[in-house]
């Protein structure tokens, strides 16, 4: 399954570290030196120009990323535990669903 994240990002489940809370991110020196290391590195994707609401960290290939999105950590946890399927059946040589 994925996640939305915002704008035209999306992330599979199962590649989400972590899921924060911007304003829990913007404290503490240990976070704050994370994130400037991050932003030195060019690991941080900024999903909108709206201002970010929270921080998904995921993996990506062999890298670790971070998105900073304008949805709520709340909205973003609701969405992960969705019942919905949004897998993607895929069609044989004749047209049928596999």
């Not at 060019?42 to 900073?68: C, F, H, M, Q, V």
């Amino acid at each position: 399954m994925i996640l939305h994240l915002g704008g035209d990002a999306v992330v599979s489940l199962k590649d989400i570290i972590a899921i924060f809370d911007i304003e829990s991110v913007e404290y503490g020196s240990v976070n704050k030196e994370f994130m400037q290391i991050a932003r030195h590195e060019g690991k941080i994707i900024n999903i909108s120009d709206d201002p970010p609401k929270s921080l998904i960290l995921a993996r990506n290939r062999n890298e670790t990323i971070l998105y900073l999105s304008p949805i709520s950590t709340s909205t973003l946890m609701k969405r992960s535990s969705s019942p919905i399927d949004t897998s993607i059946s895929t069609l044989n040589n004749k047209g049928e669903t596999r």
